[in-house]
């Protein structure tokens, strides 16, 4: 590992220039499945690692490389910064409660629109419990002798404590039915291994045994399982803890297997193979792989970006964002499968038709399913300039099966370039980031409202507002929160 490290961040500065996904993908990821081992160098997750910390010692570059090489999926690490003036908020006027946590300035914020922004420290990689009553971040420790910890905090800002910490953690995710998450420790030497599940008040309890490799984990949809990924292969696993389950999956020799979702119903699983000798960042395919015996399946090619692969909450339609390459601005459009229903052995798949010289990303899918929402831009050949791309992101709404793809009509609001969409828990709204503001439309179109604004946070990218080539602002797009989330409940 340490020898692999070593070409990997010898090959930073090179890959830097061409992958704007490598932080966003080792630190980042929702509702997030995880990812780790450091084993390749150009075009893996230690390479990108220079794009968001240009201004920090190596030292704290090695750290963050060994702590976090390929297992969290969630926003980049935290930085200490000024402490600048609480973004500004609008109040809502008494619509649906519809929260946010974003960074600006290196500080989180969880905010709402009939509430101010509450500043809950230096953190990153927000991501909300299912019902919206909790929030998990990540805060990366620094020095020879700091770990990474998880914690929690209400949907209000309160009751801000640890779950989980030294020696440290490598990633975490939510059950997608109960307040407990499911994590991946670090060891000693710094290797991701073992899976606990911990509840809010902090108590634990053991899944997978620590000395266990783990690469990667998925809970499956009904909350009862776990999917987890090692040297020894793909398994699953009861969530209450038991003997695991071996998957019938061979992957190509020597790959690491990274996990993308289960199957509506828990029929199967969706993955990477990432081999030696490929280039991860330009694309994987993504493989269907059914639990109870057929063949395997490829849906097309994806950038390993967990926000760029969506379920419709029917379970009818898997919508993901297809095309290889590093950029978000060429090469990308928006793909449509069903999975085999009856005596039907294999995936059905279409991709939405688009305008030449566009890209279409970040699909987001509405709460009844009715409606699919994504973002549609000029396209850009990679290594710039992205300005125009930036700034021609324009937020799209279509019916379920892709027809009737229009502009949603948005008013004017401070900022420009649509990011990451997503609809709030009744689907009346459309939130979603700009490069200096959180905003919320009606989902029919309508008054576009600042949630917050004045934002800041990065020296990198300023000339367009953005990290990652133009795909979000700073790294620190909004976390939406798709449950109604009462700031005085919780479990403990």
């Known amino acids: 590992m340490e020898q692999r490290l070593s070409e990997g961040l010898a090959s930073l500065a090179e890959r830097a220039a061409t992958s704007p996904y490598a932080l966003d993908r080792i630190l980042r990821g929702s509702p997030a499945g995880v990812k780790a081992r450091s084993r390749h160098s150009a075009g893996r997750r230690p390479t990108a690692l220079i794009v968001p910390v240009l201004g920090l010692a190596a030292a704290l570059l090695i750290a963050v490389a060994i702590a976090v090489p390929r297992l969290n999926q969630h926003r980049g690490p935290a930085r200490q910064v000024q402490t600048e003036s609480p973004p500004s908020s609008v109040a809502s006027g008494g619509l649906e409660p519809f929260r946010a946590a974003w960074l600006s300035g290196g500080v989180l914020y969880v905010g709402a629109q009939e509430s101010p922004p509450v500043a809950v420290g230096t953190g990153s990689n927000p991501e909300w419990s299912a019902d919206g009553k909790w929030l998990a971040y990540l805060v990366i420790g620094t020095g020879t002798s700091a770990s990474n910890e998880v914690r929690l905090v209400r949907s209000n800002g309160t009751d801000n404590h640890e779950v989980l910490a030294s020696p440290g953690i490598a990633a975490f995710m939510w059950s997608p039915t109960s307040d407990v998450l499911a994590a991946v420790p670090l060891t000693a030497s710094g290797k991701s291994a073992g899976l606990v599940i911990a509840r809010t008040n902090g108590a634990t309890r053991t899944v997978v045994q620590p000395d266990t490799p783990v690469d990667s984990i998925m809970w499956s949809q009904d909350g009862r399982r776990l999917a987890y990924t090692g040297p020894g292969g793909v398994f699953t696993i009861p969530a209450s803890g038991g003997d695991p389950t071996k998957v019938a999956y061979k992957p190509p020799a020597g790959a690491v297997v990274i996990l993308a979702g289960w199957w509506p119903g828990d029929r199967g699983l969706l993955l990477w193979a990432d081999p030696p000798g490929a280039v991860e960042a330009d694309g994987l395919a993504l493989t269907a792989v059914p639990l109870g ?135 009346s709204q459309i939130g979603y980031s700009t490069g200096s503001d959180i905003v919320v439309v009606p989902a029919a179109g309508g008054r576009a409202q600042v949630v917050a604004s004045a934002l800041s946070g990065s020296s990198i990218g300023s000339s367009i507002g953005t990290d990652y080539y133009g795909k979000t602002p700073w790294g620190g797009a909004a976390t939406w929160s798709s449950g109604p989330g009462s700031a005085a409940a919780g479990d403990a």
Do not use: H, M
């Open 293 to 427: 015996g057929g063949p395997d399946q490829v849906l097309g090619t994806t950038l390993v970006f967990l926000r760029w692969l969506t379920w419709s909450p029917d379970g009818i339609r898997l919508a993901f964002v297809a095309g290889g390459g590093p950029s978000p601005t060429s090469g990308k459009s928006i793909r449509l499968c069903e999975p085999p229903a009856g005596r039907a052995s294999s995936w059905s798949c279409q991709t939405l038709a688009q305008p030449a010289g566009t890209v279409s990303i970040d699909p987001s899918w509405a709460p009844d399913s009715s409606q699919l929402a994504f973002v549609r831009a000029g396209a850009a050949p990679v290594g710039g300039p992205y300005g125009a791309f930036y700034q021609s992101r324009t937020l799209y709404v279509a019916s379920s099966d892709g027809s009737d793809a229009a502009p949603l009509a948005v008013g004017a609001v401070p900022g420009a370039g649509v990011v990451l969409p997503a609809w709030s828990p009744n689907g």
